[in-house]
Nanobody
Framework: VQLQASGGGLVQTGGSLRLSCRAS????????MGWYRQTPGKEREFVSC????????SHADAVKGRFTISRDNAKDTVYLQMNSLKPEDTAVYYC??????????????WGQGTLVTVSS
């Protein structure tokens, strides 16, 4: 599965962005999908995940209440709506396909990453 992420950019503190990630083939009936992020010198960290049906989501504590993950299986696409952005949200965001239908913390495939920069 190839993943194409988009939607990153430069935004001011308090602003919003929506990331998108489209899979090259149908995954909606099989796999959970989600996002990690990474900053220079740090390990990639989990952000959000949504199960194959879109009914169950999970978020890292750092983004709870500000980020919302959703998916459109008809378009093989997962979205990350990011509101109330903070400078510490600055990172390269990577979408992933999970090995399982529920969020298991086991990425199977990765997108190429999209840079989000939040200015103070």
């Amino acid at each position: 599965v190839q993943l194409q992420a988009s939607g990153g950019g430069l935004v001011q503190t308090g602003g919003s962005l929506r990331l998108s990630c489209r899979a090259s083939r149908r995954t909606g009936s099989n796999n959970a999908m989600g996002w990690y992020r990474q900053t220079p010198g740090k390990e990639r960290e989990f952000v959000s995940c949504v199960d194959w049906r879109g009914g169950t989501t999970s978020h890292a504590d750092a983004v709870k209440g500000r980020f919302t993950i959703s998916r459109d299986n008809a378009k093989d696409t997962v979205y990350l709506q990011m509101n109330s952005l903070k400078p510490e949200d600055t990172a390269v965001y990577y979408c992933f396909v999970d090995r399982r239908s529920m969020c298991s913390g086991s990425p199977q495939s990765w997108g190429q990453g999209t840079l989000v920069t939040v200015s103070s």
